[in-house]
T-cell receptor, first 117, second 113 residues
Framework: ETGVTQTPRHLVMGMTNKKSLKCEQHLGHNAMYWYKQSAKKPLELMFVYNFKEQTENNSVPSRFSPECPNSSHLFLHLHTLQPEDSALYLC????????????????FGPGTRLTVL | DQQVKQNSPSLSVQEGRISILNCDYTNSMFDYFLWYKKYPAEGPTFLISISSIKDKNEDGRFTVFLNKSAKHLSLHIVPSQPGDSAVYFCAASAGFGNEKLTFGTGTRLTIIP
């Protein structure tokens, strides 16, 4: 596997279900991200993990729960979702260094298309 | 309030001609700008970037121009090829090493053979 992979690619779930999205990056990066893309809206940053520590939670409802067990893996745990949560969920990774670092070029996975019934 | 705007949802260009995609931003703290390209059923892929200390960056057929006073950037593709048909996203970040990217809504480019 190369780059950033995401599973599953498609997920249909009811509002009472619990499911998880998985992301894995094979690039040796130290930062990982979850984005949401709804129709006709810009990509919305949800969570940022830098060296496995969550550094950003962009006012995301608690029914979305991220987990980053190591710098290569990122999960998004889903429970009691609403139909308006149906969207494409994208994972990304980048190499971020502190101080006078290089700028942030993020590499994206193919996304998980989520439908909440 | 959208800080990065792509006002043209779609654009059609004849093969071989120049494609110009536009992006406007409102946050004067943005100092690094990126263009991503997205095919259906794939994630966005990085295309080209520019920092605010430059006004132009070129990579093969792709050139990005930055006009800081107008808070405007554009992506030029010349000559346009059928494989360039995709959705193009403009993104911006503020500050060196800032992890957060703010994206526009995207422009769907169609290259007509």
């Amino acid at each position: 596997e190369t780059g950033v992979t995401q599973t599953p690619r498609h997920l249909v779930m009811g509002m009472t279900n619990k499911k998880s999205l998985k992301c894995e990056q094979h690039l040796g990066h130290n930062a990982m991200y979850w984005y949401k893309q709804s129709a006709k809206k810009p990509l919305e940053l949800m969570f940022v993990y830098n060296f496995k520590e969550q550094t950003e939670n962009n006012s995301v409802p608690s029914r979305f729960s991220p987990e980053c067990p190591n710098s290569s893996h990122l999960f998004l745990h889903l429970h009691t979702l609403q139909p308006e949560d149906s969207a494409l969920y994208l994972c990304a990774s980048s190499q971020v260094a502190g101080g006078l670092s290089s700028y942030n070029e993020q590499f994206f996975g193919p996304g998980t298309r989520l439908t909440v019934l | 309030d959208q800080q990065v705007k792509q006002n043209s949802p779609s654009l059609s260009v004849q093969e071989g001609r120049i494609s110009i995609l536009n992006c406007d931003y409102t946050n004067s703290m943005f100092d690094y700008f990126l263009w991503y390209k997205k095919y259906p059923a794939e994630g966005p892929t990085f295309l080209i970037s520019i920092s605010s200390i430059k006004d132009k960056n070129e990579d093969g057929r792709f050139t990005v121009f930055l006009n800081k006073s107008a808070k405007h950037l554009s992506l030029h593709i010349v000559p346009s090829q059928p494989g360039d048909s995709a959705v193009y996203f403009c993104a911006a970040s503020a500050g060196f090493g800032n992890e957060k990217l703010t994206f526009g809504t995207g422009t769907r480019l169609t290259i007509i053979p």
